[in-house]
């Protein structure tokens, strides 16, 4: 017996309206949604010889790693930046800091977060399961892509 689901409902607020999408009936009505993120889809690319998964997967893998770099670099650079300034205008008189505080609040921190972090270990297992099988099911493509990935940020 087959259920329907009910049509979406839309909500209206001060400036737009919006419509709730309900993914499963889309899935149904898009064979390639399903296809390409349906559980029982297998790999994505497997349609590809394996030289294009291997410049695929280096071509993606290029990019990302070189946006990671210039990105990696830019919050270095801020980072350390700010560190240095905060430093010149401790040295000269300009900042007191209060380095018992700092590091009241710093163990405080970490309690917090070592807290947060035995909460969040099942959800984390179940993205890494996730993505080694991902690896596993598209090992040429993943394969280029870490090359590619390597690449990028030496470039």
């Known amino acids: 017996m087959a259920t329907r689901n009910p049509p979406p409902q839309e909500y209206e607020s001060d400036d737009d309206s919006y419509e709730v999408l309900d993914l499963t009936e889309y899935a149904r009505r898009h064979h390639w949604w399903s296809r390409v993120f349906g559980h029982s889809s297998g790999p994505m690319v497997e349609k590809y010889s394996v030289a294009t998964q291997i410049v695929m997967g280096g071509v993606s893998g290029w990019c990302a790693g070189f946006l990671f770099q210039k990105v990696g670099k830019l919050a270095a650079t801020a980072v350390g930046g700010g560190f240095l300034l905060l430093q010149i205008a401790s040295h000269s008189g300009y900042v007191q800091i209060d380095w018992k505080r700092v590091e009241k609040d710093v163990n405080k921190a970490k309690r917090q977060i070592k807290k947060r972090a035995n909460k969040a270990a099942p959800?984390?297992?179940?993205?890494?399961?996730?993505?080694?099988?991902?690896?596993?099911?598209?090992?040429?493509?993943?394969?280029?892509f870490v090359g590619g990935f390597l690449l990028g940020l030496a470039s």
Do not use: D, H, M
């Open 123 to 144: 959800e984390i297992n179940n993205i890494i399961e996730e993505a080694t099988e991902f690896v596993k099911r598209n090992i040429v493509i993943s394969s280029g």
